[in-house]
């Protein structure tokens, strides 16, 4: 048979034969240790060992004879490889060889497809290449919300322009901010793919950039500041506070909402955010007013303020995030307290709100930009590194000036009982 070429010739020795079970079987009753290399599909090889395993492997040059020798392994026998399966492989990666393509080489290109340029991986990399916190903010919320979970684990140079147009096509038509963000998200992850050598060109070469979103103007009114402040109460414990304390700071969202009791000094009368923990990575320190300060008082329930831990916990101690819930809520009540239905709002109007009311106070402009910790004109290029005041007294007053007004329009509403 032709495991006789094989018995009776020191281990290790190579001989031919047909790769078969017969074969096979015979090779590891005799723990003979060594190779068998198939008579009729030259380069295809069985490997035995003393201990009973073997495997399937395939020898092949890439070039001449001159070329050096390169092995491939197949697997090991066993699901799904036998002599039947592990041919017809061998079959199809010596026909790669004819066709000047190295197994190995694809081998390992296969599997680092498979995982380091699948790309919900590839995408977790590029967040950590990211500089800047707001960026890296916008790039993970991009990437988790619309990306993903179009793209997966794909292929990173698989990825075509059809699978890119799929994410877009999945965002709602209503937001075209998040078109815009998505898209510079998108093309600069390829930019930098390209840049590492794990693509040659981008998907999304021609594509056109979405149009630019047209700058929001809506600030609220006197009157809707009043309407709005009065239903707070009626709100989520932690999204009606919330507010208040966006209406009298002007801070972002985010900002408040994630508020620690070590970053308030009701001594100081101060709030004070680490780079960290703001969008532009500025640190930033606001003085607090007589209504932010009665506000936190009210949530601490009394003048002395914890030293730790979240201002707005949830029931299960994680931080508050159910905007859209509260602002449907707060929505329905100021709409049904009797005045006239409010033109749509955003949270973030609240902020512009302030720099508006700051405007109309004659609040300077460099101090409008202190207290949002704006970077604009007046604190970039040269006089950002040369002008290092810190504008505190003269946010101290604004703020003064802005509780002052807001609490006037709560007196002048009086009649509609409105609880400052």
């Known amino acids: 048979m032709p495991g006789d070429y094989f018995f009776g010739i020191p281990s290790g020795i190579m001989a031919t034969g047909k790769i078969t079970k017969r074969t096979l079987d015979a ?22 060992t003393s201990r009973g395993s073997a495997s399937y492997v395939v ?17 090991t026998h066993g699901s799904p490889w036998t002599p039947a399966t592990a041919r017809e492989e061998a079959g199809r990666l010596l026909l790669l060889v004819a066709q ?13 497809e498979a995982v380091d340029l699948a790309f919900s991986n590839y995408a ?10 707001g960026w890296t903010t916008l790039v993970t919320r991009s990437l988790r919300l619309h990306i993903k979970p179009v793209l997966k684990d794909k292929a990173l140079p698989a990825i075509t322009r059809t699978d890119v147009v799929e994410v877009f096509d999945r965002m709602s038509a209503d937001h075209a901010a998040n078109h815009r963000n998505v898209f510079a998200v998108l093309r600069r992850l390829f930019k930098w793919a390209i840049s590492r050598g ?44 919330i507010v208040r304390l966006l209406i009298v700071t002007g801070q972002r969202r985010e900002e408040i909402t994630g508020l620690h009791w070590d970053e308030l000094d009701r001594d100081q009368r101060e709030l004070r955010l680490a780079g960290d923990r703001t969008k532009n990575g500025e640190p930033t320190t606001i003085p607090l007013n007589d209504l932010a300060v009665a506000e936190l008082d009210r949530i601490a329930r009394g003048d002395r303020w914890p030293r730790r831990g979240r201002v707005f916990p949830t029931s299960s101690g994680a931080g508050f995030t159910a905007y859209s819930k509260g602002k449907k809520k707060l929505d329905k009540l100021v709409n ?11 949270l973030h109007d609240l902020r512009r709100t302030l720099a508006t ?25 040269v006089a950002g590194i040369y002008q290092r005041h810190d504008w505190r007294p ?24 409105i609880a400052a």
Not at 124 to 133: A, E, N, P, V
């Open 394 to 417: 003269e946010k101290r007053d604004a703020l003064k000036v802005w509780n002052d007004h807001i609490s006037a329009i709560l007196v002048s509403q009086s009649p509609l009982k």
């Open 27 to 48: 090779l590891l009753a005799a723990a003979v240790d060594g190779f068998l290399w198939d008579e009729d599909l030259r380069g295809f090889g069985l490997k035995t």
């Open 198 to 241: 794990d693509i040659d060109r981008s998907p999304m070469e021609g594509m056109e950039t979405p149009q630019a979103v047209k700058p929001r103007e809506r600030w609220l009114s006197d009157e809707e500041l009043g309407r709005i402040w009065v239903q707070t109460p009626k709100c989520h414990r932690c999204f009606g506070p």
């Open 336 to 346: 049904d307290d009797g005045g006239e239905a409010l033109a749509p709002w955003r």
């Open 100 to 112: 000047g393509i190295d197994p190995v080489e694809s081998d390992k290109q296969r599997r680092r």
């Open 357 to 381: 009311g700051f405007q109309r106070l004659g609040v300077r402009f460099e101090v409008t930009e202190a207290v949002l910790n704006h970077v604009g004109s007046s604190r970039s290029g």
């Open 59 to 75: 020898q092949y040059r890439m070039g001449g004879r001159e070329a050096k020798t390169r092995r491939y392994t197949i697997g």
């Open 124 to 133: 977790d990399r590029f967040i950590g290449s990211c500089k800047g916190k």
